[in-house]
C-alpha cells in the first residue's frame, strides 16, 4: 500500500503540533504501563501476556487500517549484544496488528554489513519463523536506499531509510539502556540513529548517522603513545576501514561511515571522531523529528521496554550485567512522554549489586545515567520537546 501524501518538514510538522496541542487544551499524553513482576502465576501476569493488554488499552485501531502496512521498527542487536527487545514481544506486536487486519514487518537500518546484519537478528532469534512476519533491512542490504528529508538547524537534511519513509505506520519497539555519549538511549535514539541510513549514494556518511557523530570532515585522529595495539578497533570496523601496518594504525577515511564504534570500544582512548555530546545529542532529536515528519499524525505508537537495562548501546561488541532490575514496559503514542515516563521509572530504581552501577559506587536516589556516563541526557528530550515532537509531561495509566 502506497504511503499517504507526505513529508512534511519539520518547520511545517512543529506548527501542526502546536496548533494540535493548543486546541486540545494541552492534554498530557497518556502512558500506559504494566510493570515487569508476575505476582500470579498464570499468562496474563506475565510480560507477553501484560504486552498484549497494553496494546488492547491503547487501541491498535486508532492508529492502523486493515491492509495497512505497519513497520515494527526494533534494533537487531549485534553477536555480542544479546540483550535486545526479546522476539517474543516482537511477536506480540505483530499478531495483535495482524488480528486488526494490518499488515506487520519487523524492521531495523544497515549497522554492519547488510546480509551479516540480517545474521545478527536471525542468531538473536529474530526471523520470519519466530516473529511471525517478515524480517528485513529498511535501507537494503547496502545501507543507502534513503531519501533525503529536512531535518534542522545543526542537521540540515538527513537520509531516512526509504522502507521508513514510505511505509504508511510504525510501532517503535525500543530496548531501555544508557549510551556513553548520549546517556539515555530510548525511543529518540532508536528513530534517529535507527531510522536513518549510515551512507547515501551520492554524500555518503555526510547526510547518513555519521553527521550526528561527528562534525567537519570527521578526521580520526590516533594517539600513537597511548594505542596498545589491542586491535579492537580493526575488529569492531564494519567496512574494514582500520588497518595495522608496522604497528601504525592506517585509516581509510573514504570509506569510513563514521559510526564511531571504533572510538567507543577502544579502552585507552587512543581515537577521537571530531564532536561534542551536546551537539549529539541535539541532532538525535532533530533525525526522529526527521523520521517523524514522513508520517501522518497518530501514526505512530512508541513502545518502550525496560528490560535488561544494561549501560551501553545495543552495537556494542557485548552486553553487560543490567544495572537496574526490570520495570516493565511502557506504551504511548507520544514519543517525549513515553521517554520521560521511562527516565523517571529509571531514577526511582534500585541500582543493582554486581553491576557497573555498584562498580561506580552508585547508591538508591544517585542519578544513576548521569553517573554511569556523565552526560547531560536529558538534552536529548528538551530539544525533541523544543522541536514540537511530544511533551514531557505525561500521566500514567498502569494496567
Ligand atoms: S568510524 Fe571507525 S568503526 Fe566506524 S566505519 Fe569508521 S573506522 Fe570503521
Ligand atoms: S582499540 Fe585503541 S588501543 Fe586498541 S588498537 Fe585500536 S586504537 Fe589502539
Known amino acids: 500500500m502506497e504511503k499517504h501524501s507526505r513529508e512534511l518538514d519539520l518547520f511545517a510538522f512543529t506548527i501542526t503540533w502546536i496548533i494540535f496541542k493548543t486546541l486540545s487544551g494541552g492534554i498530557m499524553a497518556k502512558v500506559y504501563f504494566a510493570s515487569a513482576r508476575a505476582k500470579k502465576w498464570k499468562y496474563d501476569d506475565s510480560m ?23 513497520a515494527v521498527k526494533t534494533h537487531f542487536g549485534s553477536e555480542g549484544a544479546h540483550r535486545i527487545v526479546r522476539p517474543i514481544f516482537l511477536r506480540k506486536v505483530v499478531d495483535a496488528l495482524k488480528r486488526i487486519g494490518a499488515m506487520p514487518f519487523v524492521t531495523d537500518t544497515v549497522r554492519i554489513k547488510g546480509l551479516d546484519y540480517l545474521e545478527v537478528a536471525n542468531q538473536n532469534g529474530i526471523n520470519h519463523l519466530s516473529v511471525n512476519a517478515p524480517v528485513i533491512l529498511s535501507d537494503g542490504i547496502y545501507g543507502n536506499d534513503n531519501i533525503m528529508v529536512k531535518a534542522g538547524e545543526i542537521l540540515g537534511e538527513i537520509a531516512v531509510a526509504s522502507v521508513i519513509h514510505d ?58 603513545e597511548k594505542c596498545e595495539l589491542c586491535y579492537q578497533c580493526k575488529d569492531i570496523c564494519p567496512l574494514d576501514a582500520i588497518n595495522f601496518k608496522d604497528d601504525e594504525l592506517v585509516w581509510e577515511g573514504d570509506i569510513c561511515w563514521r559510526c564511531g564504534r571504533c572510538e567507543r570500544v577502544c579502552q585507552s582512548e587512543s581515537l577521537s571522531l571530531p564532536g561534542d555530546d551536546e551537539r549529539f545529542m541535539r541532532s538525535l ?28 548501546c545495543d552495537c556494542m561488541p557485548a552486553a553487560d550485567v543490567p544495572v537496574i532490575q526490570d520495570l516493565g514496559i511502557l506504551i504511548s503514542d507520544d514519543m517525549v512522554s513515553v521517554e520521560q515516563a521511562s527516565i523517571d521509572m529509571l531514577l526511582e530504581a534500585s541500582p543493582l549489586p554486581a553491576s557497573l552501577a555498584s562498580d561506580k559506587k552508585i547508591a538508591e ?35
Open 48 to 70: 507477553p501476556g501484560k504486552l498484549e493488554g497494553l496494546l488492547k488499552e491503547i487501541g491498535l485501531m486508532n492508529y492502523f487500517s486493515p491492509e495497512e502496512w505497519v
Open 167 to 224: 511505509v504508511p505506520a510504525m510501532v517503535v519497539c525500543s530496548h531501555i539502556k544508557g549510551h556513553i555519549n548520549a546517556g539515555y538511549a530510548g525511543a529518540i535514539k532508536n528513530l534517529a540513529m535507527g531510522g536513518v541510513s549510515s551512507s547515501h549514494r551520492t554524500c555518503g556518511w555526510k547526510c547518513g548517522r555519521g553527521s550526528m557523530h561527528t562534525i567537519g570532515e570527521g578526521e580520526l585522529a590516533w594517539d600513537a
Open 285 to 312: 532529536a532533530e533525525a526522529a523529528g526527521a523520521v517523524i515528519s514522513t508520517f501522518e499524525q497518530k501514526k505512530i505508537i512508541y513502545i518502550n521496554f525496560l528490560t535488561e537495562i544494561q549501560p551501553e
Open 365 to 399: 536516589g544517585d542519578d544513576i545515567l548521569m553517573k554511569l556516563h556523565n552526560r547531560a541526557y536529558l538534552l536529548q528530550l528538551e530539544e525533541a520537546e523544543r522541536l514540537g515532537l511530544g511533551s514531557r509531561k505525561y500521566e500514567i495509566v498502569e494496567i
